[in-house]
């Protein structure tokens, strides 16, 4: 039983609806094209398989966005930060929570599912939800930032194409282990409370 961590950059990032697995899929660059080749080669092969498309995906260990806007804040006057990409934080804790909960239970799932924290929000909304809930749970944490302005992703050019919605629509994963995936907040305020 094989289980693969996949990624909305499988899709085109675009339009405004929440991606589902049976969306035509259209990646934009290498790493969407590689992964999306990884999916179709593990379903090629006939085993019972579970792949997850995730998205913006952090842990307290390591390196993260908030880690940066936290640094950021600390070390400068104004930042400015994406607001015209759409998605959900996802936390590895929730992924690894997930999978484990899968593989326990005996209802011969197998497929490709959707996971992601439940509802949405810009990098930029992400940023500032960030630095006020750090400031709740240490006030004495200083930031030096004035203002954390959004701009648009053209602003920010990269050698690689990023889509604009990474929202994915994780229905079909809530219907089957019947539950409601947490909200984005609660797992980015866990993180917050780990790493302060």
């Known amino acids: 039983w094989l289980v693969h961590y996949s990624t ?19 990646p934009l660059g290498v790493y969407g094209h590689t992964k999306l080749e990884g999916e179709k080669a593990i379903v090629a092969s006939g085993c019972r398989h579970l792949i997850f498309r995730t998205s913006w ?12 806007m936290l640094r950021l804040a600390q070390e400068r006057d104004k930042m400015a ?25 005996d209802q011969h799932l197998s497929g490709i599912y959707h996971l992601a924290a439940a509802g949405e929000t810009t990098w930029h909304a ?31 050019p990269t050698p690689a194409a990023r889509p604009l919605t990474s929202r994915i629509n994780c229905s079909q994963l809530e219907n089957a282990l019947q ?18």
């Not at 929440?18 to 259209?26: F, K, N």
């Not at 995906?57 to 940066?68: I, L, M, S």
């Not at 947490?182 to 780990?194: E, F, H, I, N, R």
């Open 8 to 26: 909305d950059y499988v899709f085109d990032g675009s339009g405004d609806v929440a991606w589902q697995e049976s969306d035509i899929t259209g």
């Open 57 to 68: 995906v952090y842990a307290a260990r390591g390196g993260n966005f908030a880690k940066t």
């Open 81 to 105: 930060v994406i607001n015209d990409q759409f998605g959900a934080p996802t936390g590895a804790a929730l992924l690894a929570d997930i999978t484990a909960l899968c593989l326990q239970r």
């Open 126 to 156: 992400y940023a500032k939800y960030v630095l006020q809930q750090a400031q709740s749970l240490k006030p004495s944490l200083k930031y030096t930032v004035k203002e954390v302005a959004a701009v648009a992703t053209t602003e920010f």
């Open 179 to 196: 539950l409601k995936l947490p909200a984005w907040q609660t797992g980015v305020d866990a993180m917050l409370s780990k790493i302060l």
